[in-house]
């Protein structure tokens, strides 16, 4: 969907350099995205290249896709960061990519609906910035590309639907990172049921206490608020509570515009 160089605006990572590739494409749903033209994977599909004029037409293979790294990152000093949509649903295509990417870390960012996918990219990524969702803020719908390429290679596993399945894929995730050098991100906004997140916490906590979990303050859209301050507090202190290592950091290149 787009190559671009900018700064990490989320995560462990806020503030580093790196390359971008984002990826069409996500089964989920959450209230407060802010890719929603990543959702649906077009039939014509068209990626906004940084550096080149107009849109390139057609499907990016993972050689493409890393002579566009090294377009934009000729000495290599950038890591790279796979992101969407949900780039989990196309494993074929960051594990190739990875094979092209010589000593550049690869960095994922994923909503950990799909541990099996998740799990044979593991020896594949350098890092995992892993999204935990409270599941109010949550739909699935069907997700069934059409007209894909051969070569696109989807996901098989299923995205996660009902709150029980939720809980089971988030625990097999914590399992799979929690020695990795990963992180758990919890995006918070306002009037948020404290249970959801706290309901979060307490799994990190029980499954995953190495993680550091960054608090992730909304930006602003479609009408979900930032949270209040007193509301971010509260859910550091539960976090403190629980003995975890706790950041807030909002979107950076948000609050820098920057793309
Ligand atoms: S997983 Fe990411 S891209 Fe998909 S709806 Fe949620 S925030 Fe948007």
Redesign the pocket.
């Known amino acids: 969907m787009e190559v671009f160089a900018s700064i990490q605006g989320e995560g462990a990572y806020v503030g580093e350099p790196q390359v971008f590739l984002r990826l069409f494409g ?5 209230t ?5 033209n ?2 649906s994977v077009p039939a014509a599909p068209r990626a906004r290249i940084a550096g080149l004029p107009g849109r390139e037409d057609g499907w990016m293979r993972p050689f493409e896709a890393a002579t566009h790294v090294s377009r934009l990152d000729p000495q290599g000093l950038r890591s790279v960061s796979v ?4 780039p989990l649903l196309w494993p074929a295509f960051v594990s190739e990519l990875r094979s092209l990417l010589g000593g550049r870390r690869l960095h994922l ?3 950990g ?1 799909h541990p099996r996918t998740l799990a044979s990219l593991m020896n594949a990524v350098d890092h995992v910035s892993l ?1 935990l ?1 409270p599941f109010a803020d ?1 739909d699935a719908p069907e997700w069934s590309p059409e007209a894909l390429p051969p070569a696109a290679r989807p996901t098989s596993e299923s995205t996660p639907r009902t709150r029980e399945e939720w809980a089971e894929v988030r625990a097999l995730c914590l399992d799979l990172v929690r020695s990795a050098d990963a992180c758990a991100k919890i ?1 918070i906004a306002a009037n948020q049921e404290r249970a959801e997140i706290t309901t979060l916490l307490d799994d990190v906590a029980a499954m995953a206490p190495e993680l550091t979990v960054i608090l992730q303050p909304v930006t602003p859209v479609g009408g979900i608020e930032a949270p209040r301050p007193r509301e971010i507090e509260a859910l550091v202190d539960a976090a403190v509570q629980r003995r975890l290592r706790v950041r807030v950091v909002p979107q950076v290149h948000r609050a820098l515009r920057l793309p």
């Open positions: 996500c089964s989920l749903r959450c407060w995205c802010d890719t929603p990543s959702w992101t969407g949509g949900e960012e994923t909503a609906a999204d969702k949550l995006v």
